[in-house]
C-alpha cells in the first residue's frame, strides 16, 4: 500500500501526448465479445490541441476501418500501466464556465468489429490457426494469446479443417462462431485477441486483494453469487484474470467478468470496480 499514492496519468490521442493534464476517465471492460467502452474528458486543452483532437479522422486500412488510437496509462507515482486501448469515437470540446472541457469517446477494436469483412476460401486440412490469424489481420487487431489456444487445439485434435472451410461475412461473427465451436471465450482487450476456455480463468498469476493491497470496504455477493469489490487502480487487472478475495466476510477465488475504472485527477476517484464469480 505504501506505493499507491501520488497519482500518474498519461493520455495519447494518435500523435498527441497529455501529461500534465487535469483528466476524468470512465473504462468499462468485460469478457464479452462486443467492444470495450471508455469516456474521457480533458480540462482546458490549449486551442490548438482542441483543433487536432477535433480534426482526426480513421484511417482506411485493408478490410477494416482502423480507428485513431486513443490510451491511457493511468496508476501511481512507483508504477503506472496501461489501462485503456481503444479506437477514438468522437472528440469535441465545450465551454463550461469556467473551464474547456474536450470529451472523447472510444472502443476497443470498435472500427473494425462493426466492419470488417472477411472473404477467402481454405483447402483441405488447412489449420484453423491460419483462418484466425486472418481473422485478427481483418479486424486490425494484435493476436493477443492466440498461439496458445492454437496448442490447445491441437492436443484436442481439432486443429485443421479435414475437408476445407469457406469464409464469408463479418469478421466479428466468423471470430465468434469459431470460438464458440472450440468452447472457447473471445473478446479484445486493449487492442489484441483474449481467448479463454470457456468458464476458465486466464494463465497468469493470480491477484491477491485485501485491505493491505488496496481493497476497498467490504466486497458483496448477490444472490446470483456474483461478488462485487473496489480497489484501488493497482495493476494487472483485467476480466479473465483471478483474484484470491481476502477479506474479513468473503474469502476465495474469483474470475472477473467485468471492471470498471473510474480516474479523476481532480476527485477522490481514481478506484476499479470488479464483478467476479467463484471460481
Keep these: 500500500m505504501t506505493t499507491l499514492f501520488d497519482r500518474r496519468v498519461t493520455v495519447i490521442v494518435d500523435t498527441i501526448e497529455f501529461t500534465a493534464l487535469d483528466c476524468a476517465f470512465n473504462i468499462e471492460k468485460s469478457l464479452k465479445p462486443e467492444p470495450n467502452t471508455c469516456e474521457l474528458s480533458i480540462w482546458n486543452l490549449s486551442a490548438e490541441h482542441q483543433a487536432q483532437l477535433e480534426q482526426l479522422s480513421p484511417r482506411v486500412g485493408g478490410q477494416a476501418k482502423v480507428g485513431i488510437p486513443c490510451k491511457i496509462e493511468a496508476g501511481y507515482k512507483d508504477g503506472v500501466s496501461l489501462v485503456w486501448l481503444g479506437d477514438l469515437r468522437t472528440a469535441e470540446t465545450t465551454y463550461d464556465d469556467p473551464s474547456w472541457v474536450t470529451k472523447l469517446s472510444s472502443g476497443d477494436g470498435e472500427k473494425a468489429w462493426q466492419h470488417a469483412r472477411n472473404h477467402v476460401a481454405y483447402g483441405p486440412r488447412t489449420s484453423i490457426d491460419v483462418a484466425l490469424r486472418g481473422i485478427a489481420r481483418a479486424l486490425?487487431?494484435?493476436e493477443g494469446n492466440l498461439s496458445k489456444v492454437v496448442q490447445n487445439l491441437k492436443v484436442a485434435?481439432?486443429?485443421?479443417?479435414?475437408?476445407?472451410?469457406?469464409?464469408?461475412?463479418a469478421a466479428s461473427r466468423q471470430l465468434q462462431d469459431m470460438a464458440r465451436s472450440a468452447?472457447?471465450?473471445?473478446?479484445?482487450q486493449d487492442g489484441a485477441l483474449q481467448f479463454i476456455n470457456r468458464g476458465q480463468a486466464m494463465a497468469g498469476q493470480a491477484i491477491r486483494l485485501s485491505e493491505e493491497t488496496g481493497l476497498i470496504g467490504s466486497p458483496s455477493i448477490d444472490s446470483d453469487g456474483v461478488l462485487t469489490a473496489t480497489m484501488l487502480m493497482i495493476p494487472d487487472v483485467?476480466?479473465?484474470?483471478?483474484?484470491?478475495?481476502e477479506a474479513k466476510r468473503v474469502k476465495g477465488n474469483y474470475r472477473i467478468e467485468k471492471a470498471t475504472w473510474s480516474g479523476d485527477t481532480s476527485a477522490d476517484n481514481w478506484f476499479i470496480d470488479i464483478e467476479a464469480k467463484r471460481y
Design 238 to 245: 483485467r476480466p479473465g484474470a483471478v483474484v484470491v478475495i
Design 183 to 188: 468452447d472457447l471465450e473471445v473478446s479484445i
Design 140 to 142: 486490425g487487431v494484435g
Design 157 to 169: 485434435g481439432s486443429a485443421f479443417w479435414p475437408s476445407g472451410k469457406v469464409l464469408s461475412g
